[in-house]
C-alpha cells in the first residue's frame, strides 16, 4: 500500500487541506466584530465570575470590559470599585434587593485622573435574589448591564474551615 506514489502523496496533502478548509470556513461564515457607534446602546454579559462569592465580577461586550470589585463588606454597606480600560464619561449603580422593589441609581464617583476607576458605597444585599444594575457611558455611547450580588461577598473553602475552628 505505502509502495503507491499516489497514496502516499493523498495521505500528506490531505491533512493539510483539512486545516486550510477548516480556517477557510472561519473566515468565511465568522460574524465579524461591529465597532460600537456614538449615541447607541450596547447591553453587558455577565461573565460566570459573577455567579460565586469572589468578591470580583466581569461584564463585557466584545473588547469592553468592566470589573466590579467589592472593596469592604460589612452588614449595613458594601463598597464597590469599577475598572474599566477604557475612559468613562461617567458611571450609575442601583441595587435591587429584590425583584418587586426596583431602586433610584446612585451616581459612581471617579477614583482616578482618567475616568478608568470608579467607586460608590450602596447598602449591603439582603437577600440572594439581590442584583446590582449598571449603565456607563464611554465616548457618547451607553453599556448597560445586571448581574447578581452574590460576587460582593469574598468567600473561600479555606475562610469556612477558619471560621469552625
Known amino acids: 500500500m505505502f509502495k503507491n506514489k499516489h497514496i502516499v502523496l493523498a ?3 490531505a491533512p493539510i487541506l483539512a486545516i486550510i478548509a477548516y480556517f477557510g470556513v472561519d473566515l468565511a461564515v465568522s460574524e465579524k466584530a461591529l465597532v460600537a457607534k456614538e449615541g447607541e446602546t450596547y447591553k453587558l454579559a ?16 466584545g473588547d469592553f470590559k468592566i470589573q466590579l470589585r467589592s472593596e469592604r463588606l460589612t452588614d449595613s454597606e458594601v ?14 449603580i442601583s441595587i435591587m434587593q429584590n425583584k418587586e422593589q426596583p431602586s433610584s ?13 470608579w467607586m460608590v458605597d450602596l447598602p449591603a444585599p439582603t437577600s440572594e435574589e439581590s442584583a446590582l444594575q449598571l449603565v456607563v457611558k464611554s465616548e457618547g455611547t451607553l453599556y448597560y ?4 450580588a452574590t460576587f460582593v ?3 473561600t473553602y479555606f475562610s469556612d474551615d477558619e471560621k469552625s475552628q
Open 11 to 13: 495521505m500528506i496533502v
Open 105 to 117: 441609581p446612585i451616581d459612581m464617583e471617579s477614583n482616578s485622573a482618567n475616568g478608568t476607576e
Open 46 to 61: 455577565a461573565r460566570s465570575n459573577c455567579r460565586y462569592t469572589s468578591g470580583l465580577c466581569t461584564l463585557a461586550n
Open 153 to 155: 461577598e469574598y468567600k
Open 145 to 148: 448591564g445586571e448581574t447578581p
Open 79 to 92: 463598597v464597590i470599585k469599577l475598572t474599566s480600560d477604557f475612559i468613562l464619561d461617567g458611571a450609575k
